[in-house]
């Protein structure tokens, strides 16, 4: 222990070029934090999925819509215990960039089915009679001060939806019992939307209650096997493969995302190493003069590393802080198409591991370095 | 007869340049009884300074053996030989090098850190060993805040605060005035007659050497005469 006050008088010996150390792995940390976070918020979804249900789609593109009585077709199948649908609308409220998922649902076999979609009785029932009533996640009426009973107006955003504004009326504000349901999303009335559209009786996807897991396969096979050779033909997956697929819309995140990360991880890397060797290079009489009143190589390998390891932990956790209280669902949830997310704690913990992984890799060559040093040849050099 | 506290017996050392062997000490031998304050002198290159480090053992001989006390240091480890430096030699460098991120006080008690004391007992041996360069009052001072002389006046507190069997110092005032220059010398006889501390003192200049009990003379490596002050 009695070391460690040499270590942060070292540390402290250049404070400008210390201080650039730190920040350059807190801005590391914060980004792989934060980029963790990101796709932790796309994989919550899929791992909270339900495994009683599984979605249908058609097999060329979930873009392609179907026959909304491919429900009751399916509702006769072994296995099937309920079925509902849904379509995405894609209305623009107010301005484009105010995006939010917005999706036109049979409305009591959609709500029955979701029991994650948390609703007070009135609430429900008030939905349930209203036509052009729609529900709201909380996240949404926080991000633009919603009410209930407010009205609120979509414009088109697919044509075949028409080219009139649809005025809604708030008629409820959800919670989200679990990831698996957002709370940043709309729900309205099919019907509502199915009356304007250019191809009435089409849904996007369908949602069916199975009543064993286990049998999740078979039903899905035989559920894609009753279309087979129609116009409309299905691929039917698990709801976590149906999420799953949502994300890859965007590419493969993990690849990119983490490709991005390890990337700015190696940078500072070599950063702080850089800093590091520059440090002892510039100490090299010291570390001298140190060995010659009797210290150890050891004690000078983990003086110079304690350095190292000092300088990234306190950048790591200044990072993993700033991603901790910056990056949250209602500061990056909001405007875009991603889901809500925020950096949990065990993302703070790997970020601030891998600060020490940094300190102790970037120390490593510079301390090798400074206990290997010939006493002799270092004060030989400076004289 | 006092006894010997240095025993060199032909020592050599010869420093590597690529391909070329370039002998620095030829064939040394000395005998330093204890209490001793030594001054050596020669030329540069003449090898002294290789010989004050090689007696500091923070270098080894290319043949010969040395002893100081009880142990031959030429056979030791190098965690052994460190550790054996940490309790027996207090060195004194010509520019003094200190730490400059550290206080006086700090600087002093830096070989203090290798030992087993606590937090009050190192306390109290920087203090006596400030006190005997008269910079106790100097103790919170970072090096940039003290002179020349001062700093070589902390240095030596450096170098006996561990209260080591022999103080070695290398040109310690070359780089001084010669009224630090001069104080520094007292403070050396000092530390020699009323401490009883063995000095083995590298310089080129004749009034340091005046202060010295014996002169070694080095040229070429070689010892070539012996004079007693």
Redesign the interface.
Same mark, same amino acid.
């Given at each position: 222990m =009695?070391?460690v /006050?040499?270590v942060f =008088?070292?540390a402290?010996?250049n404070l400008r070029r210390t201080m650039l150390t730190v920040f350059s792995v807190a801005i590391a940390v914060f980004l792989f934090a934060a980029l963790r976070a990101v796709l932790d918020g796309f994989h919550a979804a899929a791992e909270a999925s339900s495994s009683t249900r599984i979605v249908t789609i058609r097999s060329t593109s979930m873009i392609f819509s179907m026959p909304s009585t491919h429900a009751e077709i399916v509702r006769g199948l072994p296995g099937v215990r309920d079925v509902t649908w849904a379509s995405w609308f894609g209305g623009i409220y107010k301005d484009p960039k105010n995006f939010f998922g917005q999706f036109a649902i049979e409305p009591e076999s959609y709500l029955r089915m979701f029991p994650e979609i948390v609703l007070t009785p009135e609430q429900k029932a008030a939905f349930l009679e209203d036509r052009t009533g729609c529900i709201v996640g909380d996240g949404l009426v926080k991000q633009f001060g919603w009410k209930l009973g407010d009205k609120i107006v979509l414009k088109v955003g697919i044509p075949i939806y028409g080219r009139e504004d649809f005025p809604f009326t708030i008629r409820g504000i959800y919670k989200a019992g679990s990831n698996a349901v957002d709370n940043q999303t709309m729900l309205f009335h099919w019907k509502y939307a199915d009356e304007r559209s250019v191809r009435p009786g089409e849904v996007g996807w369908l949602v069916s209650e199975i009543a064993n897991p286990d049998q999740a396969p078979q039903i899905a096979d035989a559920i894609d096997r009753k279309f087979e050779n129609t116009p409309y033909e299905t691929k039917t997956d698990t709801e976590k493969a149906f999420q799953s697929s949502f994300a890859s819309m965007f590419g493969n995140l993990d690849l990119l995302l983490g490709s991005i990360a390890i990337a700015v991880v190696v940078t500072t890397l070599f950063v702080a190493g850089n800093t590091m060797a520059m440090s002892v290079r510039e100490r090299t009489?010291?570390i001298a *003069?140190?060995?010659?009143? /009797?210290?150890?190589?050891h004690?000078i390998f983990f003086l110079i590393a304690g350095e190292g390891l000092l300088m990234s932990l306190v950048g790591g956790v200044l990072g993993a802080s700033l991603a901790r209280v910056l990056v949250t669902p209602s500061t990056f949830g909001g405007n875009s198409f991603m889901p809500p997310f925020g950096v949990s704690g065990r993302n703070v913990v790997i970020g601030v591991l891998l600060s020490a992984l940094i300190g102790v890799a970037a120390g490593l060559i510079p301390a090798t370095m400074a206990s290997r040093l010939k006493? *002799?040849d270092a004060?030989r050099r400076?004289? | 007869m006092t006894m010997a506290l240095i025993e060199l017996r032909d020592v050599t050392k010869t420093y590597k340049r690529d391909a070329i062997e370039i002998p620095v000490l030829e064939s040394v031998t000395i005998s330093v009884p204890e209490g001793d304050y030594l001054g050596l002198m020669g030329p540069s290159g003449s090898g002294k300074s290789t010989l004050l480090?090689l007696l500091?053992g923070?270098?080894r001989p290319t043949g010969g053996s040395i002893r100081i006390g009880d142990t031959e240091i030429s056979t030791l480890s190098? @965690?052994a030989l460190?550790?054996? @430096?940490? @309790?027996h030699?207090g060195?004194i460098?010509?520019?003094y090098?200190l730490?400059?991120?550290?206080t006086a006080f700090?600087n002093v008690e830096?070989?203090l850190?290798?030992t087993s004391l606590s937090?009050k007992q190192r306390r109290e041996h920087v203090m006596t060993a400030l006190n005997i360069v008269s910079l106790a009052d100097r103790a919170a001072h970072y090096p940039r805040q003290l002179s020349g002389g001062q700093e070589q006046r902390v240095a030596i507190a @450096?170098a006996i605060v561990t209260d080591p069997t022999l103080l070695l110092a290398d040109e310690p005032t070359g780089d001084l005035d010669a009224k630090s220059a001069g104080e520094v010398l007292t403070l050396l006889q000092r530390l020699n007659t009323e401490y009883k501390k063995t000095i083995v003192m590298v310089t080129h200049d004749p009034h340091a050497a005046e202060r010295a009990t014996h002169l070694l003379h080095l040229e070429k490596g070689t010892l070539v005469e012996q004079v007693g002050a």
């Open positions: =009695k070391f /006050g040499l =008088k070292s402290r010996r009489t010291e *003069v140190m060995r010659t009143l /009797g210290y150890p190589s004690i006493i *002799v004060l400076a004289a | 480090n500091a923070i270098d190098e @965690r460190a550790a054996w @430096r940490a @309790r030699i060195f460098f010509q520019l090098n730490i400059p991120v550290l700090e830096l070989p850190l290798l937090k @450096r």
